[in-house]
């Protein structure tokens, strides 16, 4: 039977995996060594989940010797203990692979691939493994299908479904498909096959699942870019691609103890712009949608010209509908096509309902406190570092309510990448400004064209630090930033949820990049709600542009039109 064991050393780590007379060895210093060293016999390197595992069965062991709080260190310990288990019995399927192979579709990496019989392992299904992603599979369980269902390593049921009949994707063959525009997305999303387990969610699929999610979860990533750019793999990825597609079967659930389910899909598309418009946003954005069933993109009115989409945030009960909007969007894009953004209607309603109890401030100081002292400090990309940084406070609605928000911005720009149509002007309110921003930064990774023209954010419930060189790039003209000093929401359960941060909705981006353009409201805007009703957006100098359709230019800020 195989080993892994673990050895603390002064600056690290090392473990190695014993599997008769295979054997694999990784060392690093921690979570931020990008290059941890890893050697062994090949058949073991070859095989990414395992590799993978054992690098995430070290993290989560070094996270347990290193944290303090007791709350981390038992969910390091569990995440440590069941990588272990699953790396030693993955190890001796891959010491008994046999010479017989098929060709079929993996529901683990989402390829069409190669996949190796299994000695010894025939009941009561044939286990192979796939040569792309390593990961245990058997034949689908649904008769006729010739797609490939994954498993865990270690279990004794050999029955599983593939991924089209788990409505994990909407289709194998869709994966790579293009949509017009962003009305067409549910024709893109149509599942092509009956759902066999009856089951709304995929295992992972929940916000909760994502506020817990193991902060060095991400620490394997190097490891398996570089394997899958090696030799072994015929050195056709290299480089920054190896370790992107590496991060992808992390994030996507190809790995063998079940991946990071939607949390960690949803990290991997906002960190990774070539998981965009691939196999990996399909599976992402299907998980999404399915799991908020409030989610939609309606085309609210039809036009010519630069499309606008915009989404709203909490406290803007009556201000969803596109009427209370329509004098916000007319006075800059009168003749444009209009999307409204529908998301996250019960964490909105909840994170509304916190702000109505009785005693108002006292009572959102006494819920959030606790959690705003645990949470994440990361900074970059809104709806990656909480993601990944947020162990234990999936019960805050704030916590939540954020959480969901940066889950629909990566699911926008998933959307965004397969359209034809745009460049999109996008716009949000409260936290659909923060909805659009992840969006923005997520499609910054994205190589090309820039997809949107430009962006309005109102009362933005975005945290002050960064550098957004990956907003500013995202962005073909600029990105508006209108702010009021008169946002109590934001100056104080911004400052208690976030750790005394400051959000960019209540001073502004103080950003030195000219597109990032703050815009101070206060004489007109007196609290979060009155953004809508109140601003008038500004023009963009790039409007006047040949060839660009001139846009009308806006009114200066005075005093808005009577309510």
């Known amino acids: ?279 990996l946003g399909a599976a992402t954005v299907s998980s999404y949608v399915g799991d908020d069933r409030s989610f939609s993109i309606e085309l609210v009115r039809p036009g010519s010209g630069t499309p606008v989409v915009f989404a709203t945030g909490f406290l803007t009960e009556g201000q969803s509908a596109w009427s209370m909007w329509q004098r916000l969007i007319d006075t800059r894009y009168p003749d444009a096509p209009v999307y409204q953004v529908h998301w996250g209607a019960k964490e909105l309603k909840d994170l509304t309902a916190l702000l109505a109890v009785a005693g108002g401030k006292a009572a959102v100081r006494a819920i959030l406190l606790q959690g705003a002292r645990r949470g994440s400090k990361a900074a970059g990309i809104p709806g990656l570092g909480w993601v990944m940084g947020a162990h234990g406070i999936a019960t805050n609605p704030w916590t939540v309510a954020k959480t969901r928000a940066g889950m629909t911005g990566a699911t926008l720009a998933e959307l965004i990448a397969r359209s034809d149509e745009g460049p999109y002007v996008l716009m949000g309110h409260s936290l659909g400004a923060r909805v659009m921003v992840t969006a923005a930064e997520t499609l910054a990774t994205r190589s090309g064209n820039a997809q949107i023209d430009s962006m309005h954010l109102l009362g933005a419930t975005v945290g002050r630090e960064g550098h957004w060189h990956g907003l500013s790039a995202a962005v073909d003209n600029d990105v508006w930033n209108y702010w009021s000093e008169n946002d109590n929401v934001l100056r104080w359960l911004y400052r208690l949820a976030e750790g005394n941060g400051v959000a960019v909705g209540q001073t502004g981006f103080g950003s030195k990049r000219s597109s990032i353009k703050d815009r101070n409201v206060s004489r007109w805007v007196a609290g979060h709600s009155e953004y809508v009703r109140t601003v008038t957006l500004q023009t963009t100098a790039a409007d006047s542009k040949p060839g660009r359709r001139s846009a009308p230019t806006a009114e200066p800020l005075s005093r808005p039109p009577a309510s």
């Open 1 to 279: 039977m195989a080993e892994l064991t673990y050895t603390p050393r002064q600056r690290g780590f090392t473990v190695r995996l014993v599997s008769g007379e295979l054997e694999l060895m990784a060392s690093g210093t921690g979570p931020d060594d990008a290059n941890p060293a890893i050697e062994g016999s090949t058949l073991l390197l070859k095989n990414v989940s395992l590799v993978a595992l054992v690098l995430g069965y070290a993290a989560n062991e070094l996270g347990y010797r290193r944290t303090r709080s007791p709350e981390k260190r038992a969910g390091h310990r569990e995440a440590a203990d069941v990588e272990q288990k699953d790396a030693i019995a993955l190890a001796d399927l891959v010491s008994r692979l046999g010479d017989k192979t098929t060709f079929a579709w993996c529901s683990g990496c989402f390829s069409k691939a190669t996949h190796r019989h299994v000695r010894r392992s025939d009941r009561p299904k044939r286990t192979h493994l796939c040569q792309q992603c390593g990961t245990p599979t058997v034949d689908c369980g649904v008769p006729g299908c010739s797609h490939r269902a994954v498993i865990r390593p270690r279990t004794r049921i050999r029955f599983s479904y593939c991924a089209e009949h788990r409505h994990a994707i909407p289709a194998f063959e869709k994966l790579e498909a293009r949509i017009p525009n962003l009305g067409d997305y549910r024709s893109f999303l149509k599942y092509e096959a009956r759902n066999a387990v009856r089951i709304a969610k995929v295992a992972g699929g929940t916000v909760g699942a994502a506020a817990v999610v193991a902060p060095l979860a991400f620490f394997a990533a190097p490891a398996v870019g570089a394997a899958l750019g090696s030799s072994l793999f015929g050195g056709s990825l290299t480089g920054a691609a190896a370790t992107t597609h590496g991060l992808a079967m992390l994030g996507g659930g190809a790995i063998a103890s079940g991946g990071l389910g939607i949390a960690g899909g949803t990290a991997v598309v906002t960190a990774t712009g070539t998981a965009l418009g691939g196999a």
